[in-house]
């Protein structure tokens, strides 16, 4: 279905859940994340972030940390309290929050009534209007005590970190769950009332074969998410000290990770999932899919989404703020965070603030990633135009001088041509994952 051509995969590049993405971020002027907060109009989306897991799996480059330490939860619980009650403070009359997301780290690491005063801070706070709530789970540490608690918040939407069903690249990469503890798992948030089940599932793990992934696809199917998200393993040990656990010498190699990312997503198309953009899948009921099919798929911090709302608070320690005009990042040194919430002060101290040609190009890399094509001013286009050629000449994109469209056979490559408007790449040397 897909042609390997490594050359085009050959230099690594964002995921695109921003941009500028948060590699270009820098110091932000005092005030920035306080003015967006007072300006924001209509509906708003917060994210709260719970760095906490029990256990740290060796992949990871999420900031978290073992949840083992009940002063250090309970003193960053206290700030991120005391930061909800300062931001709702800043939000005009006209806002309304619509959407509310859980996610870490773990944020069943920490203690189902903790749990539930957050949620009751974000009622006595916020605006909230019909507001639909989601949350990210680790089925280790989901015990049967939060299926009422879930119930009772109104929880609809989750999603599971189950990354492979095989035992050992489970063991491999430091997570290790029995197939009878997710579907427990499952069975507790059906009876909680979550109508949308994601599974985040890895390619590319150490010692992983293509039999291991299909095995995880098939269980994936039967079980019945209703969303898959199958992301490539980035292995950056320079970036994700902890990552030195998995030997290098164990993971497939390029050509079998993007075998891996066809397999998946012709094993999963055939399954009855619809494609969402190049490495996400949702069956046709889900709002996921619906959005896709009708157009308006978007993409932020959370990655691919239904979500409409033009702004999304973050909340918590590195916890990503997004303005139309401004990107911003809470402090990321839980020390200093809880110091400042403390003090009543914001701490997103470090970002970009987005020009209009940003919010252009940024408008180009979306269509791309969730539509599959853009249609590209002028400059941009004379711009792209001989860079575009490699990729046409290969049957993945078609141009005709002002629409650019990625074909089917070109999806493997999507981030590749998006990066090609991305104009602090060709400012700054980074690092970032393999393309596929």
Same mark, same amino acid.
């Given at each position: ?14 995921? %695109?859940?921003? %941009? ?34 029990? $256990? ?11 949840? =083992? $330490? ?5 003193? %960053? ?21 619509? !959407? ?14 903790? +749990? ?9 706070? #916020?605006?909230? +209007? ?14 049967? *005590? ?36 997710? &579907? ?6 059906? @009876?909680?009332? /979550?109508?949308?089940?994601? +599974? *985040? ?28 998200? /199958?992301?490539? %393993? ?58 896709? !099919? ?9 990655? +691919?989404?239904?979500?409409?709302? *033009? ?33 009543? @002060? ?15 190009? =940024?408008? /180009?890399?979306?269509?791309?990633? &969730? !539509? ?20 046409? *000449? ?21 981030? /590749? ?14 690092? #970032?994952?393999?393309?596929?």
């Amino acid at each position: 279905m897909w042609t390997y051509h490594p050359e085009l995969l050959a230099t690594p590049v964002p995921r %695109y859940t921003s %941009y500028p993405t948060a590699a270009d971020f820098g110091p932000l002027q005092d005030g920035a994340i306080e003015r967006a907060i007072a300006g924001a109009e209509g509906d708003v989306s917060l994210y709260l972030h719970i760095p906490f897991c029990e $256990k740290i799996c060796y992949y990871c480059g999420c900031n978290t940390g073992a949840s =083992g $330490k009940r002063a250090r939860v309970e003193t %960053y619980l206290d700030a991120l309290h005391q930061e909800l009650a300062t931001a709702a403070s800043l939000l005009p009359a006209g806002a309304r929050v619509r !959407r509310v997301a859980f996610g870490g780290g773990s944020p069943n690491a920490i203690q189902p009534s903790e +749990f539930l005063a957050l949620v009751d801070a974000l009622h006595a706070h #916020f605006p909230l +209007f019909a507001t639909e709530w989601s949350i990210e789970l680790d089925p280790r540490s989901l015990t049967p *005590d939060w299926g009422p608690v879930l119930g009772e918040v109104g929880i609809t939407r989750a999603s599971m970190g189950v990354q492979t069903f095989a035992a050992h690249c489970q063991k491999a990469i430091g997570r290790e769950q029995s197939l009878t503890m997710i &579907c427990r798992s499952v069975e507790l948030l059906r @009876r909680a009332g /979550v109508t949308s089940l994601n +599974f *985040d599932l890895m390619y590319g793990l150490p010692h992983q074969s293509e039999a291991d992934l299909e095995d995880s696809l098939e269980q994936t199917v039967k079980i019945g998410a209703e969303r898959v998200a /199958v992301f490539g %393993y980035a292995h950056v040990p320079h970036l994700v000290p902890r990552q030195a656990m998995i030997p290098e010498d164990a993971l497939p190699g390029a050509a079998a990770r993007f075998a891996m990312a066809a397999q998946a997503h012709g094993f999963l198309a055939a399954s009855g999932y619809e494609a969402i953009g190049f490495d996400h899948f949702a069956l046709p009921h889900d709002p996921m899919a619906r959005v896709t !099919r009708g157009g308006t798929l978007r993409r932020n911090f959370q990655g +691919f989404t239904d979500d409409q709302a *033009d702004v999304l608070i973050g909340l918590g320690a590195t916890a990503i703020s997004g303005f139309p005009g401004l990107l911003a990042q809470n402090e990321k040194h839980n020390g200093r965070y809880r110091q400042m919430s403390g003090e009543g @002060r914001l701490s997103a101290n470090h970002g970009i603030i987005r020009s209009p040609e940003d919010q252009r190009r =940024g408008a /180009v890399i979306e269509a791309l990633l &969730c !539509r599959g094509e853009a249609l590209l001013p002028g400059d941009l286009a004379a711009a792209a135009a001989d860079r575009l050629t490699p990729f046409i *000449d290969a049957g993945l994109a078609s141009f005709d001088g002002a629409r650019l469209a990625i074909l089917p056979g070109g999806l493997p490559y999507a981030r /590749v041509i998006a990066a090609l408007f991305d104009s602090y790449r060709a400012q700054t040397i980074r690092k #970032f994952s393999s393309a596929i």
